[in-house]
């Protein structure tokens, strides 16, 4: 049974950080790209960030780049974001992702290409 599980979620300051871990069991993690999506109250679920199996290629929303860093540790199967100079619009459900199809070198922003998702962490950040 694949699990994700998300931590380091909470309430900051606007210009603070945060640091999410998603966890993956029950999968082949370092064959997998993996995304982080978020989604506010009322709206649309959000591309984040991306990374490839190896870590070596990464992409980001144009939201958060600059300000986000995506990085992972395939010996703890385990995927981060380390979220710095967080703005109130930054508010949301942040949820981690794996895709659907192993060593992938596309990194994918649509939802529809990932398959198995975390129960999501609550970032809230005042203002």
């Known amino acids: 049974q694949v699990q994700l599980v998300e931590s380091g979620g909470g309430l900051v300051q606007a210009g603070g950080s945060l640091r999410l871990s998603c966890a993956a069991s029950?999968?082949?993690?370092?064959?997998?790209?993996m995304g982080w999506f978020r989604q506010a109250p009322g709206k649309e679920r959000e591309f984040v960030a991306a990374i490839t199996y190896s870590g070596l290629n990464k992409y980001y929303a144009d939201s958060v780049k600059g300000r986000f860093t995506i990085s992972r540790d395939n010996a703890k199967n385990t995927v981060y974001l380390q979220m710095n100079s967080l703005k109130p619009e930054d508010t949301a459900v942040y949820y981690c992702?794996?895709?659907?199809?192993?060593?992938?070198?596309?990194?994918?922003?649509?939802?529809?290409?990932?398959?198995?998702w975390g129960q999501g962490t609550q970032v809230t950040v005042s203002s």
């Open positions: 992702a794996s895709d659907t199809v192993p060593f992938k070198l596309k990194l994918e922003t649509s939802p529809l290409k990932y398959d198995y």
């Open positions: 029950g999968l082949a993690f370092s064959v997998y790209n």
